[in-house]
Every structure is written in C-alpha cells, then in structure tokens.
C-alpha cells in the first residue's frame, strides 16, 4: 500500500515562531488532506489540497503531486497550535468510498 | 451545528463484554467511516459504508462489524473487546469518492 512520511516528527516553537511540516508520499493520490488533532483527540480539517496552494490565517498549505509532497506552513505560532499535525492522502479510486491513509504525524509543542 | 455526532464519548467495557459505538451524521452524506486511533498511532480505517455498501478492509479483525440502518446512523459492534482493543475510535463521513472527510469527535474505549 501507499506509504506516507511525515518530518519532522516532533517540534518544539517558542511562541510566534514559524515552521514548516512535510508529508511525503509514495504513489500518486486522489485526495490529501491536512488534520490538527487537539488534545481532545478530534481531528480537525486544515486543508483539503491534492494540489496547489491554500492558505487559512496563519497557515498554509502546498501540495506538489507530482513530485509526491505536500507542505503545511504555520506562521507566529500560538500554544494553541499545540497538537499532533496529520497528513492522509487518498489513492487512486479502487471501489466505494475513499479511504484516507494517515502518515506518522507531527507533534508539535508551542511554549510561552 | 455539529456535524459529526459520536456517542458516547468515553466508554468503558470489561473484558469479552460486547460493547456498540454509536455515530450520526447532519450532513447527508453517501459515505461514513470508522477509523482505530490506538495510542501515539495514526488512525487506522477498519471498514466503510458508500450507500448501504459495506467495504472491510483486509486485516480488520472479525471481532469488528458495522451497521448502517439508516443515511444519518452508523455503528461499530465489537463483539468480544479484548485489551488490545482499547483505542480511539473515529467516525468519518464524505460525500464520496475523493471528497473531504470530516470527523466526529471520537470515543475513547477502555477495556478493563
């Protein structure tokens, strides 16, 4: 099946700093979305991006499929930013639905 | 306004006690999921409804069954919950094929 990276795998920001979160894919994909899942546990939509650029705020997002990767981008970070970042891509169409796949996650810390 | 609509959120069962998690949904969508969250892990799809469709995926464990009675109603049955099936699990719905998933907020089972 479709391998999904993601890097860093853990991130500690001062607050207001910047970062960047790669999502490497392994095959090409129909979907990708980007997750903030809060302490809670939800998961909360970021970005729906199988291509290009969106930007919400003070984050972004690119995806390049053809070259397999999608970056998100969050900018003067605030500790409610804290939280695990996922990545999930969803391969080419192979019966009902869509079946997102979850790469290995980014769990970030924000700290006063 | 919510969405996505697990219950209950937390659920504790004993061991070998059959247990339902129960999701509903206000957006009339064609697809409904159910994802694992085990601790410190990505989420891990276990089966899926388009329509009245049912789709297992392959190593999803015959402990897990599903029931879709209705468009707004899911529910996951496990049969016989054994420690190791303590985890988080997630309820997803998309309109389908290749289209965004949106998540409920989770129940968190514990298995004494």
Redesign the interface.
């Known amino acids: 099946g479709i391998q999904v990276e993601q890097s860093p795998p853990d991130l500690i920001l001062q607050e207001g700093a910047n970062s960047t979160l790669r999502c490497n894919f392994s095959d090409s994909v129909n979907n990708l979305q980007w997750f903030h899942q809060n302490p809670w546990g939800q998961l909360i939509n970021l970005f729906y991006i199988p291509s290009g650029t969106k930007q919400n705020g003070r984050l972004s997002a690119t995806t390049v499929a053809t070259e397999r990767y999608s970056l998100l981008y969050i900018s003067s970070s605030q500790t409610t930013d804290s939280g695990v970042y996922f990545c999930a891509v969803d391969p080419p169409f192979t019966g009902g639905g869509n079946k997102l796949t979850f790469g290995t996650g980014t769990q970030l810390k924000v700290e006063l | 306004d919510a969405m996505v609509i697990q219950n209950p959120r937390y659920q504790v069962t004993q061991f070998g006690k059959p247990v339902t998690l129960s999701c509903s949904q206000t957006l009339n969508h ?2 409904m ?1 159910w994802y694992q ?1 085990k601790s410190s892990q ?4 276990l089966f ?4 009245k ?1 049912f ?1 297992n ?1 392959a190593d999803t464990p015959d402990n897990f069954q599903s029931r879709r009675p209705n468009t707004s109603f899911c529910f996951l049955d496990i049969r016989s919950p054994g420690l190791g099936d303590a985890a ?1 699990y ?1 309820c ?1 719905t ?1 309109r ?11 129940t ?1 089972l514990t298995v004494t």
């Open positions: 064609n697809v999921y969250q990505a989420p891990k799809l899926h409804y388009y329509d469709d789709n995926e988080m997630l997803a998309s389908g094929p290749g289209a965004e998933q949106y998540f409920g907020p989770g968190r």
